[in-house]
Each structure stands twice: as structure tokens, then as C-alpha cells.
């Protein structure tokens, strides 16, 4: 890779060197109304904050030039985007936060997955006919599953960040109190959902003025209940947040909705500290998400695979590498359908679905001149016992420590329902379970038995905040949001760094596809070349050129001393924040 001594500002690439004296801090900006994605051209040596929404990006920014390490600024970041970036940003939802701890050389991956109310069961979401109610689903109380927002973040700031909580949340209190001009971007995204967010009474009148408008690109937007929740949490911790009078609100909402959710399922929920999954390709070690969720599997499994050609004499996306490496996400989404879900649960074969010796009996299957039709490929035989909207991003310190963070509502603004007096959304994440074992979810994939609805159960994830190591330290750090799409999102973005010697801007903008092996339905995204979809159809791949993008990585590249940051552009609104 060719590297410059120079701030590169170009398809969301920002570059901020670490082995230069310390440039004087910028003034403070008034925030400016924007139709993309913006850089911050400042030259330094002490961080890096990649993410979706401006904002919230300079928040976490903000942490790390008042001493805190990528643990507070990705905590803070956490909370602001809750303020600013609502679609996805969150209270009442849940993820996975990756981090590299430099001082110990471990890492260490914290789960804050949403829960099932202990009063779900496995029917919740049929009819009397046995069909899914997609309106009971995806829309109603019952699709709320347990938050676990507030306990990650907080357990996260506690075992591992630095400065006292109530500082790291002070900005975004401030901003929920204060308010800030509506960007382009965040227009656009009410503006999206805004019929499905007035069937809502208290969303309407968060996100709506009296006659249903959404806010106007330059209008000020002051959120006084997020920040009343926001100070709960900043002066009382956890408890703030799932006991007291933020808990007996959304109670009381759950209670008029005919929810689920209880105080005792508020009060007993906890996040848990997992050992991440690890695998290795070339000469790089992958370290990623492990279950409840299914994306670190999956990308060491499919990483595994292809490990077996020469990417680079097939060329970049070129016929031959997409079929390759769509009938290697074939055989791993299958795999997904039977295998995964929550380790607390069920048994998951991570040790032998991640095995090298695996991947070369599943390799042995692609045919290298015809492709795979989905009805003949099953879930491999392994030995065991017995996301549409989500958001990233990614930080670096000048400390060495490295935090890859997903976190989401499920759907973009999760239920449209908001609870009276908190500012927040709830989630719909109960959808994530099989709701009818064997038929697919909302992003089409098809899950088994032991994703079953189970009260205190985890439902089953594709988030994938994932870091890539050379030489025993970090070099890339990515993630994204896209629900079925992040597993190969992310993936790609890392195969084309690792397989191809692309620099992270050029590795992030590069053209995807997408197959998750039910449907039988080969996804790409414009700028493939046409003679090559061509030769795909001939191979007999049933090719969907896309008409929108697939995912939206937040990648950071840490490279002979230098940060390179990279916000996708496939949506406006992201950012590189460094100094």
C-alpha cells in the first residue's frame, strides 16, 4: 500500500498521522448543514473516531482531547448518536462492542444483545393460521425485546474507560438539551419513515410538528425528555436507566401496548463479557463477533475457504472471484440457518465451523465452472453436542486501544414506538428470532429450531464489529450496519485490504455483492461490469443488479504509524473525526 504524508479528503478518506508533534487543538465550529459526508482536516498524532452521523463522531472526538481513551469515546459516541443519529442510534436497543486493550495486548468483546421478556413464547408472533402476524412482529409492543443499550455502554465505561461517567455523557445530554440544526441527512431519514412514525401518537410528536411535517433542514431540534432519560443515567448508572422513573415509564408504555417486557426482566438484565471468535487468513489473524451473534463465524468460515485460491490471479471482482466467493457465503448462510443462536441456549460448533479442515471439505463442493443451485446445498455436517437498520463505528486512541462497535433498534427507528416521557424508541428485535423455525425472518434469512423464541433468550444477530491483525497488532478495524448484508459487508471491506492491497478508502467504496443462500438470488451493486454479470449469468448465478447499496462500513486502518479513516459514502451523513 502507498502511503502520503498528506490529509487525503476523498471518498470519505481522512488521514491523520501519529508519529507528528501534536497539532494546537481547532476552534469550536458552529455544527454546518451538510448534503454528504465531511472531513475534519486536521493533522495530528492522538485519534480517530469513524461513524455515520458528524455529531456524534466529534463527540467521541471531543473525549479523546480530554484524556479519555477509545473506551469513553466510544461510549460517548454511544450516547450522542442516540441524540442525533435516531434511526439507529439508541436507547432502547441493543449490540456488540469489540475492543483491543493495549496495555494487556487482549481482546475482549462486550454483549449487550437485547433479551426476550420472560413471558414470550415460542407462538408469540403466529395467527391461528400458523402464519406469521408481521404487523405483531415487527410494529407492536410484543416485538420489543429487552434493551441492552444502557448496561454495554455502562459496562463497557466502567471495566475499561477512564474518566467518570457522568463527563463522557455530558455532551450528549447537551446536545438532546441544547439541540442542533437538522442536517440533510437526518431530514431525509424522518422524512423515510415519516407515515410509519405518525401511526405513533408520542413518535409523532417527537419527530412531527402538529401537521405531521418533518423537521426542516436548518431548524433547530431540542429532544428535553432524551435528555431528562440521558441524566437519569449519567447520575444513577445502570439503575437509572432499569429501575426508577425511566423504568416504571416504559412500563407503564408496555402496559398500555399490551407489551411483554416487565420490571423484573428490566431489572435482571445484565451485559455479558465474551471471548471473542478468532480466526486467520494469510498472514493476518481476524478477531470478531462471536454468537449470539453469527458474523464473526461466518467471516473466518467463508475467509477459510477462499483461503484455498488465488484471489488475486482471479482478479478483482471479476467473474471468476464473485462466483467464488458467492458459493463460499452460500455454504456458510446455510450453516447459519442450522447452527447458530444463543450460546446460553443451544450449542454452538464455533471451534468446528471455524476449523481449516472444515472449510477444505466445504470447498471441495464449489464447482468452479457452474454455480450451486441453493435447494442442493444443506448446512455442512459438523460433530455437536447433544439488521433494516443498524448503525457502526469505529475508534482508535493515541494509547494504542481500538474499539469496533454495532449496535441497533433492528428495523430503521426499530418499532416506530416511542415511550411517553423518555425520548426513546423501542426496539424490534423480538423479530430476530424464528418466529416459524424454518421460514425467513424480515431480511429474508431462513433460521432454524434452535433460534426458537425463548424467555431470557438472545435472538440471533449478523452484527459484526470486527478487527484484522498484522504482525500482532491492530491494522483494521470495521463494521456495519445492514441486518442479512453486514456478514459480507464487512467481509469484503476486509478481503479487499487483506487479498487485494487496497488502501481502506478505495477497499470501503469498491462495488459489493451479496448472496445469503435463501433466496437463491446473486445481490450486486452497480459498477460491476456488465460483461462480467454476463459471464455470472452464464455460470448460473440469478443476478439482481441492486437498486440501493448493500451496508455501510465505518473502518479505521492503522498502518506505519498512521490512522486512515474511511467513512463509507453509500449513505450521506458520515464522518472522520481525528486530531
Not at 425511566?246 to 431489572?267: K, N
Not at 450496519?481 to 464487512?490: A, D
Request: aromatic share 8%; glycine share 10%; proline share 6%.
Amino acid at each position: 500500500m502507498k502511503l502520503t504524508r498528506y490529509l487525503i479528503v476523498a471518498l470519505g478518506f481522512c488521514l491523520v498521522p501519529v508519529a507528528m508533534a501534536q497539532a494546537p487543538a481547532p476552534a469550536a465550529q458552529t455544527p454546518i448543514i451538510d448534503f454528504g459526508s465531511r472531513f475534519l482536516p486536521t493533522v495530528a498524532r492522538q485519534g480517530m473516531v469513524v461513524g455515520p452521523e458528524e455529531l456524534a463522531a466529534e463527540v467521541g472526538l471531543d473525549v479523546l482531547r480530554a484524556g479519555g481513551n477509545a473506551v469513553d469515546a466510544a461510549v460517548a459516541t454511544g450516547f450522542a448518536l442516540a441524540v442525533s443519529y435516531p434511526r439507529a442510534g439508541n436507547l432502547g436497543g441493543g449490540g456488540f462492542m469489540l475492543l483491543h486493550l493495549a496495555d494487556e495486548d487482549r481482546q475482549t468483546l462486550i454483549d449487550y444483545r437485547e433479551t426476550a421478556p420472560a413471558a414470550a413464547t415460542r407462538d408469540l408472533f403466529l395467527n391461528e393460521n400458523g402464519a406469521v402476524d408481521q404487523q405483531r412482529a415487527y410494529f407492536s409492543h410484543k416485538s420489543a425485546g429487552v434493551p441492552g443499550t444502557v448496561a454495554g455502554l455502562i459496562l463497557a465505561q466502567q471495566r475499561y474507560g477512564t474518566l467518570p461517567l457522568a463527563d463522557v455523557m455530558a455532551p450528549a445530554i447537551a446536545l438532546a438539551r441544547d439541540g442542533f440544526a437538522v442536517s440533510f441527512a437526518l431530514n431525509q431519514e424522518i422524512a423515510a419513515r415519516a407515515e410509519r412514525l405518525a401511526m405513533n401518537p408520542e413518535a409523532r410528536r417527537l419527530f412531527l410538528d402538529a401537521q405531521g411535517r418533518v423537521p426542516e433542514i436548518g431548524s433547530r431540534w431540542q429532544q428535553p425528555d432524551l435528555a431528562w432519560t440521558l441524566t437519569q443515567i449519567a447520575e444513577h448508572g445502570q439503575k437509572g436507566f432499569y429501575e426508577g422513573e425511566v423504568a416504571r415509564r416504559i412500563l407503564a408504555e408496555m402496559q398500555a401496548g399490551e407489551g411483554l417486557i416487565s420490571a423484573a426482566d428490566l431489572a435482571g438484565y445484565r451485559a455479558v463479557e465474551r471471548e471473542p471468535v478468532r480466526g486467520t487468513y494469510q498472514q493476518y489473524e481476524i478477531i470478531s463477533t462471536p454468537p449470539p451473534s453469527s458474523g464473526g463465524i461466518h467471516i473466518i468460515q467463508i475467509l477459510n475457504i477462499l483461503e484455498g485460491y488465488d484471489l488475486q490471479a482471479m482478479g478483482h471482482n471479476s467473474a471468476a472471484y464473485i462466483h467464488h466467493l458467492t458459493e463460499a457465503m452460500k455454504l456458510a448462510y446455510a450453516d447459519r440457518s442450522r447452527y447458530l443462536a444463543d450460546p446460553d441456549f443451544e450449542p454452538v460448533p464455533v471451534a468446528e465451523l471455524t476449523d481449516k479442515a472444515y472449510a477444505e471439505r466445504q470447498r471441495a463442493l464449489i464447482k468452479p465452472g457452474r454455480a450451486t443451485p441453493s435447494e442442493e446445498i444443506a448446512p455442512g455436517k459438523v460433530l455437536v453436542d447433544a439488521s433494516h437498520d443498524t448503525t457502526h463505528y469505529t475508534v482508535a486512541d493515541r494509547f494504542g486501544n481500538v474499539v469496533s462497535n454495532t449496535y441497533t433498534l433492528n428495523f430503521s427507528f426499530g418499532s416506530h414506538i416511542a415511550v411517553p416521557g423518555t425520548g426513546m424508541l423501542l426496539n424490534n428485535e423480538m423479530a430476530d428470532f424464528a418466529a416459524n423455525p424454518g421460514q425467513p425472518n424480515p431480511f429474508g434469512l431462513v433460521e432454524g429450531e434452535a433460534n426458537r423464541i425463548e424467555g431470557g433468550k438472545r435472538p440471533l444477530s449478523s452484527m459484526s464489529p470486527t478487527m484484522v491483525f498484522r504482525d500482532g497488532k491492530p491494522w483494521l478495524a470495521t463494521g456495519s450496519p445492514g441486518g442479512s448484508l453486514i456478514i459480507t459487508s464487512v467481509l469484503q471491506t476486509a478481503l479487499n485490504a487483506m487479498a487485494f492491497d487496497m488502501n481502506i478508502a478505495t477497499a470501503s467504496a469498491e462495488p459489493r455483492v451479496h448472496h445469503q443462500w435463501q433466496p437463491d438470488k446473486l445481490v450486486v451493486e452497480q459498477g460491476i461490469s456488465p460483461d462480467t454479470l454476463a459471464l455470472l449469468r452464464a455460470l448460473g448465478h440469478n443476478v439482481d443488479v441492486a437498486g440501493r447499496t448493500l451496508g455501510r462500513t465505518q473502518s479505521i486502518m492503522l498502518d506505519r504509524g498512521y490512522l486512515w479513516g474511511a467513512t463509507d459514502t453509500r449513505r450521506p451523513g458520515g464522518h472522520v473525526a481525528g486530531y
